[in-house]
């Protein structure tokens, strides 16, 4: 008897097994076909590009289709906003900043991905920088695969502030020795020293630093980095954006003040029209040789230095963003002096995400596109290749350099590169980007008034007592004590 | 006699200088289009194989090459609404503005000219307050971001333009070509088929032209309500914006594309701006 | 183009129309009078009632009363006055300087001329072109260092000119381009009124020996007024709804310096997303048109009277 069943028993799993390896097979073939995933992420290149990239490969392996959509960063917030409102699939899946996954996870306008993560061994998650990780988790579930890493760095040309006889007229004009700014108050010395003037001997005037001040063109980004030196005092936490005990705005503190009066002030030392400037001006511009410094993600080093139409290849030194001798701490009201600059790197952004909508019919074909561009080998080819705007996430990304060389990357540029955002990740007092739900109207009311003080219309102070009655009204409407218990969960503090 | 040829100078002078002011733009744009980035990024050019190399790389990328994909959708979009909302509103408008020249209307104390000035001042609504409520309303009816919803759309729109042209077409009409058949039987609908339509034909096309234009060209309201199945050119051209420096050439090669069938329009129908729509319009 | 009709032209005689009964109209009126009810007046209302709303986004879309806070929050709001402030202001330099113009173009061509069809449809030419493209097209002018005009300035020897990061230049630089854009109207308005004026009049007065200002001071321009107001009005009307070409150019930057309302209210309801809010910016700006309409339609009245 029991051969018999053995024998049926063995048959079952025979043609069990073939029934499945042929499904794997055609399924390895046709998973996704018929399927039309309808993608949105920004205009081309930056990021648009990784979709474009691998958009080929997959839609030959799945059978399937992509069909890309892209808007421009100032209204991607907007379209996507708008289209989750709509309660039915306008789009498949989004590349989108992680800033705004508090809204999108928040309201649960995303796909919970942490099964399908957890079951990805492919994917190799724990290779993903624990910093990204943060920035996909929300209520403890993961919501979108990071594939891309951000953080801001000073971006400085060697020729020009290695230059001997540069040293020796800086040094008679303001008194100290001229290196890569460790300071704020440094970076603008070397700003104003290098603007307006052929220090390059092109026969062109040149200018002394690259930021990006246009409103909808990443400006809140930029003020913030150069406000955390001034505000984060290490090991304290809400140094940033809000009181966690009472959600009253920090921004308008004195330590934001001083900051805005830094970059206001920068306006004059860059090209002219830097003021509409965005991140991809900084970029264009300094590999163009426009200027002397630069502040910006890891992009305008790998323009700078794999573009062939740069001009500065070889020529750029990347620091950690630099810092401040005097802290102000929210909790004491008091600046404190320092004698080593308090330096506090900035996750600006957070990097883009790839997140499946929770109303897509095709939520399979939309994780298995996201998981493309974010398993490691890809996710390589993607942050070394030019213009998808996507910067190293994974550790293994920092550990493989041919890519990097390959890419038309040239020591010791590289090392600088990669050293300064491998030390701004990994520094104690690095500041995380604000994640809360209305983080985009926070930061549509901010940037507003920073364009205002940067344009002249009103003081920096004033500029940030109007954002920060702005930000009172937004966190009332959307409920105090619900945002309290948010930001402190974001922060890791315990809920009160 | 000095004099005569003085102000004759002056005015060929001023005439020529408003010329030069008006047709610059344009020229900037067809030229942009003809550059390559380099040719942009260095400076300004102004005459073709004078002071830059022109170059078919924007056309070709356009309507051959990889850009071809990115415009097509548009493009066959704004085609379809545009068409189809300026038939559909050219059909809607005659039709009432039929009914209002040729029937008395009293509607409680509303008569003729009430009812037209009402369709008619529907026209100072600004986009933006009916445009938030549409996206909701569109929403709920499945209709966002479809190509019949952005038909209705710019029926709505365009609407107390057509009524208000064709009302102004119909008066002229002398009422006596079709007594003639409605005393032999004919429906009012066949009257208005057969004998009114034909006979205003010309101010039909001027209508047709001037509503087709306008959504042709139209902008806010694509942008609130189109997410990708039915974003017209407009939009596409507007999300050309991006974080490289923004790509002249190509930008004005699909403005230039856009353009080309209004100007082609405003060249048919500027006689009829004389001389049909506007003669009477301050009287 | 616009469309409101002159009053006089809505109450003109009922000549062509027959005595039937108002209920045979129904058929024809019925659809146009539907479409409207549905695409206008009713989201109009719509947008009425979220003035008085709060939304919320999580877990849908979800309305709630919320009094009167988002007029209130109007009142107070700073950038809503300046927004307010920029659009009457473009509005009244753009209208008047169009007006100007379109006039002196009109009379400049309205004799006969060699070539003048050929001038009139140049001068037309910008009115029906999409404004986005226009938007481009003078940004790409405006650039500041690739851009036509900073470099002929230059060769002229003056200093360049930040046409779109200054804050008190942008602003006009908005109006150079909509009084490109829109000046062609004024024009081909006002020469379809000089072209309908009665010929008799003006011959007589010419023959009286009457001087060429005095010609238009005393004869032409009373007989024209009623068209210049009708064009004025209706320009008016419409550049009140100015975005487009501030959306691409300045994006209502350097700061809120260009910010229209329109623009304004786009922002607020979609990119804050804060419908309620952008929804009573927009009706705020319903109120300003109506205003001034409504005040225009009287303007013209009294005028009307003083011609009979």
């Known amino acids: 008897m029991w051969y018999r069943s053995r024998g049926v028993c063995f048959l079952i799993i025979t043609l069990l097994s073939i029934s499945l390896l042929t499904a794997g097979a055609s399924g390895q073939q046709k998973r996704f076909s018929g399927v039309t995933l309808t993608v949105i992420t920004q205009n081309p290149p930056y990021i648009a590009k990784a979709v474009q990239m691998f958009a080929p490969e997959w839609e030959k392996r799945t059978g399937g289709k992509i069909n890309l959509v892209t808007a421009p960063f100032g209204e991607l917030y907007s379209k996507l906003m708008s289209s989750f409102t709509l309660g039915t699939a306008a789009y498949d899946l989004s590349l989108f900043a992680s800033a705004w996954m508090g809204d999108f996870a928040g309201n649960k306008y995303l796909l919970d991905l942490t099964d399908r993560i957890k079951a990805d061994k492919d994917l190799k998650w724990e290779d993903i920088l624990p910093t990204y990780q943060q920035t996909v988790t929300w209520g403890g579930r993961l919501y979108a695969l990071p594939i891309d890493g951000d953080v801001h760095t000073v971006y400085y040309r060697r020729d ?135 502040l910006d993600w890891g992009d305008t080093g790998i323009v700078g230095d794999t573009d062939p139409k740069s001009v500065v290849k070889g020529k750029i030194g990347t620091i950690v963003l630099p810092g401040s001798l005097e802290v102000y701490n929210y909790k004491t009201g008091k600046w404190t002096k320092l004698t080593k600059p308090n330096v506090a790197p900035y996750l600006a952004f957070g990097g883009w995400v790839c997140g499946v909508m929770a109303t897509t019919k095709h939520p399979d074909a939309a994780y298995d596109f996201c998981r493309t561009i974010a398993e490691p080998k890809n996710s390589y080819i993607a942050v070394t290749t030019a213009e998808t705007g996507l910067n190293p996430f994974r550790a293994s990304h920092f550990a493989d350099l041919s890519g990097w060389k390959k890419f038309g990357f040239v020591e010791p540029d590289l090392s600088s590169y ?50 920060a009655a702005e930000w009172e009204k937004i966190t009332n409407e959307l409920g105090r004590d619900k945002m309290r218990r948010l930001y402190r969960e974001w922060l890791g503090l315990p809920a009160k | 006699m000095w004099m005569r040829v003085f102000k004759a100078v002056f005015i060929y002078a001023a005439l020529l200088a408003w010329s030069v002011f008006a047709l610059f733009p344009l020229y900037w744009m067809v030229i942009a289009s003809f550059k390559d980035p380099l040719a942009v990024s260095q400076g300004p050019t102004f005459i073709p194989w004078v002071d830059f190399q022109p170059t078919l790389s924007a056309w070709k990328a356009i309507l051959f090459g990889i850009e071809r994909e990115t415009i097509r959708g548009p493009l066959v979009n704004s085609t379809v609404i545009g068409l189809g909302s300026t038939i559909l509103v050219v059909l809607v408008g005659a039709m009432a503005a039929y009914g209002l020249t040729r029937f008395q209307i009293q509607a409680g104390p509303f ?53 208000w042209l064709m009302h102004n077409f119909f008066q002229q009409i002398p009422p006596d070509i079709e007594e003639a058949a409605l005393v032999d039987g004919a429906s009012r609908g066949r009257v208005l088929w057969h004998i009114v339509l034909p006979v205003s034909l010309p101010g039909l096309v001027a209508t047709f032209l001037f509503c087709l234009v306008f959504a042709w060209n139209e902008f806010l309201l694509a942008l609130i309500l189109t997410f990708n199945r039915a974003r017209t050119m407009p939009i596409l051209i507007a999300a050309q914006h991006s974080q490289r420096m923004i790509e002249w050439w190509s930008l004005s090669a699909m403005s230039l594309i856009t353009i080309a069938p209004v100007v082609l329009i405003t060249l048919v129908l500027q006689r009829y701006l004389i001389t049909n729509v506007l003669a009477g319009a301050g009287r | 183009m616009q469309d409101v009709p002159s009053l006089h032209e809505v109450s003109r005689d009922l000549m062509g129309r027959q005595r039937s009964r108002g209920s045979q ?25 979220l003035t008085f709303s709060r939304v919320s986004l999580v877990g849908g879309l979800k309305l709630q009363f919320g009094g009167l806070q988002n007029w209130i929050r109007l009142v107070q709001d700073d950038r809503f006055w300046n927004s307010l402030g920029n659009t009457l202001f473009i509005v009244a330099v753009a209208v008047s300087v169009e007006f100007i113009l379109g006039l002196g173009l009109a009379l400049l061509i309205n004799r006969p001329l060699r070539g003048g069809a050929f001038f009139r449809t140049i001068f037309i030419l910008p009115m029906a072109l999409a404004p986005i493209a226009i938007g481009y097209i003078w940004l790409m002018i405006y650039h500041e260092t690739i851009g036509p005009l900073n470099v002929l300035l230059e060769r002229i020897g003056l200093p360049p000119v930040g046409w779109v990061s200054r804050r008190n230049v942008a602003i006009y630089s908005i109006i150079i381009t909509d009084i490109w854009h829109w000046t062609p109207f004024m024009f081909i308005v006002l020469l379809a009124g000089l072209q309908s004026l009665p010929a008799e009049i003006l011959e007589a007065a010419q023959i009286d020996g009457t001087s060429g200002w005095q010609l238009f001071r005393y004869i032409t321009f009373p007989m024209l007024r009623p068209t210049a107001i009708a064009a004025i009005i209706l320009r008016s009307l419409e550049a009140f709804k100015i975005v487009d070409e501030i959306f691409i150019i300045t994006g209502g930057g350097p700061g809120v310096s260009t910010e229209s309302l329109t623009l304004h209210a786009y922002y607020i309801g979609f990119l804050s997303f804060d419908l309620a809010y952008g929804a009573t910016i927009a009706m705020s700006l319903f109120l300003l048109v109506l205003v001034v309409a409504l005040s225009m339609v009287r303007i013209t009245q009294r005028y009307q009277r003083v011609e009979v």
């Not at chain 1, 290196?179 to 020293?193: H, L, M, N, S």
Request: proline share 7%.
């Open chain 2, 111 to 163: 008569r003729n000219q009430d009812l037209l000035f009402w369709i008619v001042s529907q026209r100072i609504m600004p986009p933006i307050v009916t445009g938030l409520a549409l996206f909701m309303m569109l929403r709920v009816l499945g209709l966002i971001d479809t190509r019949t919803g952005m038909i209705l759309v710019y029926t709505a729109f365009n609407l107390p333009l057509a009524v």
């Open chain 1, 160 to 294: 020009a502030l290695e230059n001997p006889k540069y040293k020796a007229q800086f040094k008679a004009k303001y008194g100290y020795d001229l290196r890569p700014p460790q300071t704020w108050k440094e970076y603008r010395d070397i700003a104003e020293f290098f603007n307006g003037w052929d220090w390059v001997g092109d026969g062109k005037k040149h200018y002394g630093v690259l930021e990006a001040f246009k409103r909808g063109g990443q400006a809140f980004w930029f003020f913030m980095s150069h406000a955390a030196a001034y505000v984060s005092v290490p090991g304290q936490k809400g140094n940033m954006f809000f009181d966690p005990d009472t959600m009253k705005p920090q921004i308008n503190n004195p330590g934001f003040v001083k900051a805005l009066e830094d970059w206001v002030a920068l306006v004059k030392f860059g090209p002219p029209g830097m003021i509409n400037f965005d991140s991809g001006d900084v970029r264009s511009q300094f590999a163009a040789g426009t200027a002397a410094l630069a």
């Open chain 3, 25 to 49: 109209a129904l058929p024809f009126l019925l659809p146009a009078v539907s479409i409207l009810l549905c695409f206008t007046i009713f989201p109009f209302l719509f947008t009425v009632a």
């Open chain 1, 418 to 467: 990669l050293g300064a955002i491998k030390a701004s990740l990994s520094h104690p007092n690095a500041q995380l980007d604000l994640k809360l739900p209305g983080q985009a109207r926070y930061l549509d009311a901010l940037e507003t008034q920073l364009a205002r003080a940067a344009a002249g219309e009103i003081s920096p102070k004033a500029a940030l007592d109007a954002a």
